[in-house]
């Protein structure tokens, strides 16, 4: 399974678009990636899956570099509901669920 | 709306005592987790489930035990409970695929 590596902590304000990015530098053909958040005192929660090119879904949008090594999460128009631990996961699919949780990056939201 | 619950949500444990936690789940998935969240870490999987009477050791299975009785239920039984195991415990199920529908969680401390 890939590695990946996420900055530690992003600071935005209200109404600001962030771009999560994460590395995962020996991303396997296998492989795809995927983003949960997870706020205080609760689970994670699925934000968005893909492969390669550009994911987009109502909640928000993944774009991965052309040879997969670089995948960013972008959030539009951030709340203070926003506020929370964003992983990124890298895992084949039809992984049985066994995600490996890293420490993800913590964005802070101020208003 | 997908559903997962744990009971209970909070426990306060005596070291060497026993522990049972427990979740349900009304989503018809046939996957089930159960993760343990240290403070300021990632999640940690120590057991999981893909058929009723069946459980399968994830990554950190020492200490714990597993019951899965139903599709719906899937337990975390803690014989002797000790210090370390103090943390936040999260239940989880999913589909085939990595999409996980977690729990609130269950913050135990063992004394």
């Known amino acids: 399974l890939a590695k990946t590596t996420q900055p530690p902590s992003m600071e935005a304000y209200e109404g600001q678009e962030v771009n999560v990015s994460c590395s995962h530098t020996n991303i396997a053909t296998s492989e795809y990636i995927y983003w949960y958040r997870q706020v205080p005192h609760q689970g994670p929660q699925f934000i968005i899956q893909g492969y390669k090119d550009y994911v987009v879904n109502e909640v928000a949008s993944l774009f991965i570099s052309a040879d997969r090594k670089l995948s960013t999460l972008s959030l539009p128009w951030v709340s203070l509901r926003d506020a929370a631990v964003y992983y990124c996961i890298v895992t084949v699919n039809y992984n049985q669920g066994k995600l490996i949780f890293g420490q993800g990056t913590k964005l802070s939201i101020k208003p | 709306e997908a559903a997962v619950t744990q009971s209970p949500r909070s426990k306060v444990a005596v070291t060497g005592g026993k522990v049972t936690l427990s979740c349900h789940q009304t989503?018809?998935?046939?996957?089930m987790y159960w993760y343990r969240q240290d403070t300021g870490h990632g999640l940690r999987l120590i057991h999981y489930?893909?058929?009723?009477?069946?459980?399968e050791k994830g990554d950190i299975p020492d200490g714990y035990k597993a019951s899965r009785p139903s599709q719906e239920n899937f337990s975390l039984i803690l014989e002797l409970a000790s210090l370390s195991q103090t943390a936040v415990y999260f239940c989880?199920?999913?589909?085939?695929?990595?999409?996980?529908?977690f729990g609130a969680g269950t913050r135990l401390s063992v004394l």
């Open positions: 989880a199920s999913s589909g085939t695929e990595n999409t996980l529908y």
């Open positions: 989503n018809n998935h046939d996957y």
């Open positions: 489930s893909y058929v009723a009477d069946s459980t």
